[in-house]
Nanobody
Framework: VQLQASGGGLVQAGGSLRLSCAAS????????MGWFRQAPGKEREFEAA????????YYADSVKGRFTISRDNAKNTVYLQMNSLKPEDTAVYYC????????????????WGQGTLVTVSS
C-alpha cells in the first residue's frame, strides 16, 4: 500500500487548505482512512477519520467544525478540508489507512503516508 499526501503549505491564520491523500495497493473502499498530525516535540495525534461503507466521520475536538474529512472511492483519495486555520494547527499531517477499529488510535492504522507540512502564520 502506498499513500501519497499533498496540499500542505504556508497559510495565514484564518485561511484554508485542502489536503489530499492518494492511495494505491489495496481496495481503497474497504478501509477506513484517517488524518493525524504531529507538531514538533509532540506525539502524533488523531484529527479526523472516515469509515468505509456508510462513510461515518469522526473528529478531534480541536478541529471539529473547522476541518472536514471526505473520501472519493472512485479516485482512491481522501481529503481534509481545513478552514479557519490557527497557528496551533501547524504540524506535519499524515494520512493513514486503517486495519482495525477504533479509528482514533494510531495503532489501528497499518499504512501511513509520508506527511505534508502545514504552517499557519499568525
Amino acid at each position: 500500500v502506498q499513500l501519497q499526501a499533498s496540499g500542505g503549505g504556508l497559510v495565514q491564520a484564518g485561511g484554508s487548505l485542502r489536503l489530499s491523500c492518494a492511495a494505491s495497493g489495496r481496495t481503497f473502499s474497504r478501509y477506513a482512512m484517517g488524518w493525524f498530525r504531529q507538531a514538533p516535540g509532540k506525539e502524533r495525534e488523531f484529527e479526523a477519520a472516515v469509515t468505509y461503507g456508510d462513510g461515518s466521520t469522526y473528529y478531534a475536538d480541536s478541529v471539529k467544525g473547522r476541518f472536514t474529512i471526505s473520501r472519493d472511492n472512485a479516485k482512491n483519495t481522501v481529503y481534509l478540508q481545513m478552514n479557519s486555520l490557527k497557528p496551533e494547527d501547524t504540524a506535519v499531517y499524515y494520512c493513514a489507512q486503517s486495519r482495525t477499529p477504533p479509528v482514533r488510535r494510531p495503532d489501528s492504522y497499518g499504512y501511513w503516508g509520508q506527511g505534508t507540512l502545514v504552517t499557519v502564520s499568525s
